[in-house]
């Protein structure tokens, strides 16, 4: 269910003057679209391509070329959120430029993280951890996920002189890789003891 403030959205998105031309099905499917490319600006500060793939994808089955589609799709974004597209790539980047030393600070901290998140608790793969580190700190201060994960490895690199892909991927190694293959080898045996214990066919 959407929350009020969606719903509130969703209804002024639907009534603007884009959205009053659109059948529901198309309306929904531009609203979608709008929210993928707004969480892609987010991961990467980036929307050209993604913008131009699902304009082509979206028009395909209508009655309208890809110049349409995306036209389409760049207003509902606008009517969603009250900014374009550029709008928000350009408010996240300038924060990034911008960054301060509390940013960088927390960039060390969240870089130094990444090792825990392996090595502790069920454990992850360097990707997952390093991920999660980057949407904590792009989620804080209103930056890209791309420009959190530069701004961790070089705080790393500048405080411990070493790159934090290389300690990362060592760690995994450690931690993460057999608990990974231990968990490998117990469900093989568990399909293993199932194909045993089938009753053959008359």
Do not use: C
């Amino acid at each position: 269910m959407m929350a009020d403030n969606d719903r509130n959205a969703h209804d002024e998105a639907r009534n603007s003057f884009t959205g009053r031309t659109l059948t529901d099905s198309q309306f929904e499917e531009a609203w979608l679209v709008s929210q993928i490319i707004e969480r892609e600006i987010h991961k990467t500060g980036s929307f050209r391509e993604p913008l131009t793939d699902y304009a082509h994808a979206f028009s395909r089955s209508e009655r309208f070329d890809a110049v349409r589609g995306e036209t389409i799709i760049r207003d509902i974004f606008k009517a969603r959120t009250g900014e374009t597209m550029n709008q928000l790539r350009e408010t996240l980047l300038q924060r990034e430029v911008h960054s301060t030393e509390a940013m960088e600070n927390d960039a060390l901290e969240q870089a130094r993280s990444v090792t825990e998140r392996i090595r502790q608790g069920d454990t992850m793969p360097f990707y997952r951890a390093y991920d999660l580190a980057a949407v904590e700190m792009a989620n804080e201060y209103g930056i890209t996920e791309q420009g959190a994960k530069s701004l961790m490895k070089e705080t790393y690199r500048l405080s411990e002189g070493r790159d934090l892909y290389e300690v990362g991927k060592e760690m995994e190694a450690e931690y993460h890789t057999p608990v990974r293959e231990a968990e490998r080898a117990e469900r093989a045996i568990v399909a293993e003891q199932k194909r045993s214990n089938r009753t053959p066919e008359q």
